[in-house]
């Protein structure tokens, strides 16, 4: 798949195309990231992209016209590949971006995220050449930068061949609509710590119920509204119940979750 950006910071995507899963798939030709700046398309000879807010008031805002030329040159080069792309703008005001919006994008041939920086972009460009606005979570960053990153990294890695089998993203803790259960690695005993025996058994029957009843009960604690969303089946229900009555029976701070009866 392919991703064209549109960045005034292209020296920050390093981050995401220089080491790690995203640098192999790039090496390997499973992902495009294509990098450009609407400092190239200004036709001011200071090369500024922004200017003051009408109404007044702090920051500047990024000019219709260069971001407009650079999301069409944008568009037109993916065309020219092939790739016929939808444009998302990365915005705080915009739709959030959970797992699930993300297998979406990444079913995708192609994206041109539009990463901007200061107050934002003129609203005219929003309404005219941008057909989603994505949201990475309620704060503010200092530009789209990051955000265009997060979601890139998260497709990316979606896409067959990138991950191995062993660690295949279909296992992934929310490919479940789950949080994930706990892990654990050598030594044995660290810090005077153990391992929970089951996971030592080598029983995989009990560890798999196991890892399902952990990732169920810190579901539970933690983010009861994704339970909620997400339903559960008969077995669920019972390796829930059972994780409750011995979180009260051990009183672990589970057991005494203050927001839930
Ligand atoms: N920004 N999710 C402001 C974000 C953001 C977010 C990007 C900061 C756009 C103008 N983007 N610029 N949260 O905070 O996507």
């Known amino acids: 798949m392919r991703f064209d950006v549109i960045t005034l910071f292209p020296a920050q995507f ?19 990231i294509h990098l450009r700046t609407p400092r190239d398309y200004t036709a001011d000879p200071q090369r500024a992209v922004d200017d003051r807010p009408y109404g007044g008031g702090p920051g500047m805002v990024m000019q219709y016209a260069p971001l407009r030329a650079a999301l069409d040159a944008a568009r037109a080069d993916a065309a020219a590949a092939g790739v016929s792309s939808r444009v998302a703008y990365l915005s705080p005001q915009g739709a959030p971006v959970d797992q699930a919006k993300i297998v979406e994008i990444a079913s995708a041939s192609g994206w041109v995220l539009l990463a901007g920086r200061y107050e934002g972009v003129d609203e005219r460009l929003i309404e005219d050449a941008v057909d989603e606005e994505w949201s990475i979570g309620d704060y503010v960053l200092s530009g789209g930068e990051l955000a265009a990153m997060v979601v890139m ?12 089998h062993a660690d295949s993203a279909g296992q ?7 949080l994930d259960c706990p892990h654990y690695t050598r030594p044995e005993t660290a810090a005077g710590r153990g ?3 089951v996971l030592l058994s080598g029983d995989h029957a009990a560890i798999e119920r196991w890892r399902l009843q952990q ?22 229900r019972q390796l829930l119940d059972d994780y409750r009555r011995e979180a009260l029976r ?11 009866q």
């Open 14 to 32: 390093k981050a995401l195309t220089q080491e790690g899963v995203v640098a192999r798939a790039l090496r390997r030709g499973i992902a495009e």
């Open 172 to 178: 992934d803790s929310y490919a479940s609509g789950l």
């Open 215 to 236: 990732a169920l009960g810190r579901t539970w604690e933690r983010r009861p509204e994704l339970l909620r969303k997400r339903g559960m089946n008969d077995v669920e």
């Open 195 to 197: 391992v929970p025996s």
């Open 250 to 260: 051990s009183g672990s701070r589970a057991g005494s979750k203050p927001s839930e």
């Open 153 to 164: 990294d998260a497709a990316i890695r979606l896409l067959p061949g990138v991950l191995g």
